[in-house]
């Protein structure tokens, strides 16, 4: 049974990077069957999907974000990790990793972790 | 982006009622239709996978169905541990996008 937990910090300032990492155990993150995402939730907007990632590197990122998202994997560690630029208070949210299988649906999701962009 | 519309936004419900909760995509989406139930604090739990497959240790009181671009999760015979926010989600195109949420509350 897959367990992800994601790590980072729980501040970030106005303007700076959010940086985070999801560690995936039980399980490789370099199974065929499996993409690897980055979903947030907020009050003011819901479940947002940020994109996914393949063991390999590919990315297929959420438009709305493309141009401040970076997903990476690191398949040593078997980590993915996200970081999102120029980040204001609407990007405080809860942010939740989880894997995703072919069909979209994802199955294993990590315990989610508060971020709040404050200064 | 798909519009994922949910009805009703919240629905009063007792235990052993049966309950329906309807999301509407706003095009096509094929059979690319999942259900989740999320519990205040905790992540999302996946249910049920492309329209109507149910997720392995789901109960059998949950079920999906499918008409066009309109799309069901029932819950036969409502219990005590139910009661949570049940969320759609289409994965047929990027980005997935997720329906509002509908809250289940005990009557």
């Known amino acids: 049974q897959l367990q992800l937990q994601e790590s980072g910090p729980g501040l970030v300032k106005p303007s700076e990077t959010l940086s985070l990492t999801c560690t995936v155990s039980?399980?490789?993150?370099?199974?065929?069957?499996?993409?690897w995402g980055w979903i947030r939730q907020s009050p003011g907007k819901g479940l947002e999907w940020f994109g996914s990632?393949?063991?390999?590197?590919?990315?297929y990122y959420n438009p709305s974000l493309k141009s401040r998202v970076t997903m990476s994997v690191d398949t040593s560690k078997n980590q993915f990790s996200l970081k999102l630029t120029s980040v204001t208070a609407a990007d405080t949210a809860v942010y939740y990793c989880?894997?995703?299988?072919?069909?979209?649906?994802?199955?294993?999701w990590g315990q989610g972790t508060l971020v709040t962009v404050s200064s | 982006d798909i519009q994922m519309t949910q009805s009703p936004s919240s629905l009063s419900a007792s235990v052993g009622d049966r309950v329906t909760i309807t999301c509407r995509a706003s095009?096509?989406?094929?059979?690319?239709l999942n259900w989740y139930q999320q519990k205040p604090g905790k992540a999302p739990k996946l249910l049920i996978y492309?329209?109507?497959s149910l997720q392995s240790g789901v109960p059998s009181r949950f079920s999906g169905s499918a008409s066009g671009t309109e799309f069901t999760l029932t819950i036969s015979s409502l219990q005590p541990e139910d009661f949570a926010t049940y969320y759609c989600q289409q994965s047929y195109s990027t980005p997935s996008t997720f329906g509002q949420g509908t809250k289940l509350e005990i009557k």
């Open positions: 989880a894997s995703r299988r072919r069909d979209g649906s994802s199955d294993y």
């Open positions: 039980g399980g490789s993150i370099s199974s065929s069957n499996n993409y």
């Open positions: 095009q096509s989406i094929g059979n690319f």
């Open positions: 990632i393949y063991y390999t590197g590919s990315t």
């Open positions: 492309v329209v109507s």
